[in-house]
């Protein structure tokens, strides 16, 4: 009897002990949150985290350079947020740049440039020549101070842009020129294909 009473206790003690660790383990094999900026090119064409960015600077959360090659890119289905009350510096979600395509798998992630500023707040900025297929993804842009645009194409040689699925949602101040705005495309810029809603 005692020897069982004893297995018993030993059995309890691990089961606790067991329980106890458990969240622990958990918690270390969890995915962490990027707190600098990323970017994305031809060796790297997954983020593999949410991209978190804070401050008082100028801020671009991530880059996407497609400088070598076509580019593949997919968000996995995580969320990039650049905030900064920078007054006179840009704030920028996501930037694409480089002269080659790009394909940008963004279902289920959110971009999100905010913070109030003079200088606008941009959930996308795509200033690459090449032409940039997006699919998904939910753009917001805030800055109850001054402008806020959705998605900037800036290129000065102009490139196509398509959305499939896309969101996009601009919160600006209303009395500021180019208060809130959805797509912003630069002269020679085309939106070739926009299946998705936009809220300005």
Same mark, same amino acid.
């Given at each position: 009897?005692?020897?069982?009473?004893?297995? &018993?206790?030993?059995?309890?003690?691990?089961?606790?002990?067991?329980?106890?660790?458990?969240?622990?383990?958990?918690?270390? !094999?969890?995915?962490?949150?990027?707190?600098?900026?990323?970017? @994305?090119?031809?060796?790297?064409?997954? @983020?593999?985290? #949410?991209?978190?960015?804070?401050?008082? +600077?100028?801020?671009?959360?991530? +880059?996407?350079?497609? =400088?070598?090659?076509?580019?593949?890119? +997919? @968000?996995?289905?995580?969320?990039?947020?650049? /905030?900064?009350?920078?007054?006179?510096?840009?704030?920028?979600?996501?930037?694409?740049? $480089?002269?080659?395509?790009?394909?940008?798998?963004?279902? $289920?992630?959110?971009?999100?440039?905010?913070?109030?500023?003079? &200088?606008?707040?941009?959930?996308?900025?795509?200033?690459?020549?090449?032409?940039?297929?997006?699919?998904?993804?939910?753009?917001?842009?805030?800055?109850? =101070?001054?402008?806020? /645009?959705?998605?900037?194409?800036?290129?000065?040689?102009? !490139? !196509?842009? /398509?959305?499939?699925?896309?969101?996009?949602?601009?919160? $600006? !101040?209303?009395?500021?020129?180019?208060?809130? /705005?959805?797509?912003?495309?630069? =002269?020679?810029?085309?939106?070739?294909?926009?299946?998705? #809603?936009?809220?300005?």
């Amino acid at each position: 009897m005692k020897n069982s009473k004893a297995f &018993y206790r030993s059995a309890l003690a691990t089961a606790i002990v067991m329980a106890l660790s458990a969240p622990a383990f958990a918690a270390d !094999n969890a995915v962490s949150t990027a707190t600098t900026p990323v970017t @994305l090119d031809k060796d790297k064409t997954t @983020l593999e985290q #949410d991209v978190v960015i804070s401050g008082t +600077t100028q801020i671009t959360a991530a +880059t996407i350079n497609a =400088k070598d090659k076509d580019l593949n890119v +997919t @968000l996995g289905i995580h969320d990039i947020t650049a /905030t900064s009350t920078v007054d006179q510096g840009f704030v920028e979600g996501v930037k694409v740049s $480089g002269d080659k395509n790009v394909v940008i798998n963004a279902t $289920g992630s959110t971009i999100t440039a905010q913070g109030e500023g003079t &200088y606008v707040r941009t959930a996308m900025v795509i200033d690459s020549t090449g032409d940039v297929v997006v699919n998904g993804g939910n753009f917001v842009a805030k800055n109850e =101070k001054s402008s806020a /645009t959705g998605i900037s194409l800036e290129a000065t040689t102009g !490139n !196509n842009l /398509t959305l499939n699925g896309t969101t996009i949602n601009a919160q $600006g !101040n209303k009395s500021s020129s180019n208060g809130s /705005t959805a797509i912003f495309a630069q =002269k020679g810029n085309l939106l070739q294909g926009f299946d998705g #809603d936009a809220t300005d």
